[in-house]
Nanobody
Framework: HVQLVESGGGSVQAGGSLRLSCGASGYTYSRYCMGWARQAPGKERVGVAAIDSDGYADSVKGRFTIYKDRAKNTLYLQMNSLKPEDTAMYYC?????????????????WGQGTQVTVS
């Protein structure tokens, strides 16, 4: 049973930083593509970063960094220079086949989400 649990969201001022964490369990960690997606109020969920393709959406490129700690089975998203338009619910996602930030929003497995608010 795949489980993804996010943490690390919060409220920050523009220009600030946050680090999101996603603890993963229930599957062979290294065989799944993983990434982060976000959903702003009234908008569709979109992928922002994927660890396998090392890809980033243009909106976050140069500001966000995705990385993982294999020993801890944890995926991270370091977010710097945050902007008000980054305000959204952020979700960790995993899929055995879908890789890349362009596809992660269709992943099979999701965490519960963590809210990021930038003012």
């Amino acid at each position: 049973h795949v489980q993804l649990v996010e943490s690390g969201g919060g409220s920050v001022q523009a220009g600030g930083s946050l680090r999101l964490s996603c603890g993963a369990s229930g599957y062979t960690y290294s065989r799944y593509c993983m990434g982060w997606a976000r959903q702003a109020p009234g908008k569709e969920r979109v992928g922002v970063a994927a660890i396998d393709s090392d890809g980033y959406a243009d909106s976050v490129k140069g500001r966000f960094t995705i990385y993982k700690d294999r020993a801890k089975n944890t995926l991270y998203l370091q977010m710097n220079s945050l902007k008000p338009e980054d305000t959204a619910m952020y979700y960790c996602a995993a899929d055995p086949f879908l890789c890349g930030y362009q596809h992660i929003q269709r992943a099979a497995y999701w965490g519960q989400g963590t809210q990021v608010t930038v003012s």
